[in-house]
């Protein structure tokens, strides 16, 4: 039974997420979707309202995929946080290189401190590389259509966001 944990802060989860949770889904047989708390970054939704929106996304990939998936909030380590849940990978998305840096930095720190967890990198379908949570919420902020970005319902929890 092979584990991973997929961190973020899905501030809200996004077409993006949900392409690299199916990903995911493909490479192992329980995937934890670690949500980061978060508290210095100023989430625009609460925990509550950010998992919530993840479990609602998840049920339709659990049935299509046929994997576990497990939402856990967390506010530890990310290596503490794969222990916890028995994970021996970690899955990051991938975007264009300015996400290289600071995942290159995350490996080699979490790798000092715990050389059995491997972290893999997956990337999105074309059309979902470039979606980040914090443009869609700004787009969505100033009234733009977001309907490419984010599934309907996280679409009507931004609208009630911004009235
Ligand atoms: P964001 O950077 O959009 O606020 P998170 O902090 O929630 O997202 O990111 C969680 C993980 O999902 C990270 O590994 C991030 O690189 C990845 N990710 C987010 N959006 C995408 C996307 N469009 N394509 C690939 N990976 C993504």
């Known amino acids: 039974m092979r584990t991973g944990l997929y961190p973020g802060t899905f501030d809200p989860i996004t ?10 889904c493909s490479l192992v047989d329980r ?3 670690g949500v980061a ?7 625009l939704f609460t925990l509550e309202e950010r998992v919530a929106m993840i479990e609602v996304e998840c049920a339709a990939l659990e049935r299509q995929t046929g994997c576990e998936i497990v939402v856990h909030p ?5 290596i503490h946080c794969a222990r916890d849940v028995g994970a021996g990978v970690i899955l990051r998305g991938l975007r264009a290189v300015a996400d290289f ?3 290159y ?3 080699g720190m979490n790798r000092a401190m715990d050389d059995s967890i ?9 059309q979902h590389q470039a979606i980040a949570s ?6 969505a902020r100033l009234g733009g259509d977001i309907s490419g970005f984010v599934t309907p319902a996280v679409q009507a929890h931004l609208a009630d966001k911004f009235g």
């Open 15 to 24: 077409l993006g997420h949900a392409d690299i949770i199916r990903r995911a």
């Open 134 to 139: 914090k443009l869609v919420k700004e787009i």
């Open 74 to 78: 967390f506010e530890n380590l990310l």
């Open 105 to 107: 930095q995350m490996v």
């Open 118 to 126: 491997e972290t893999v990198f997956l990337m999105a379908e074309a």
């Open 101 to 103: 840096e600071y995942e």
């Open 31 to 33: 995937l934890v979707i």
């Open 37 to 43: 708390i978060n508290r210095d970054k100023g989430p």
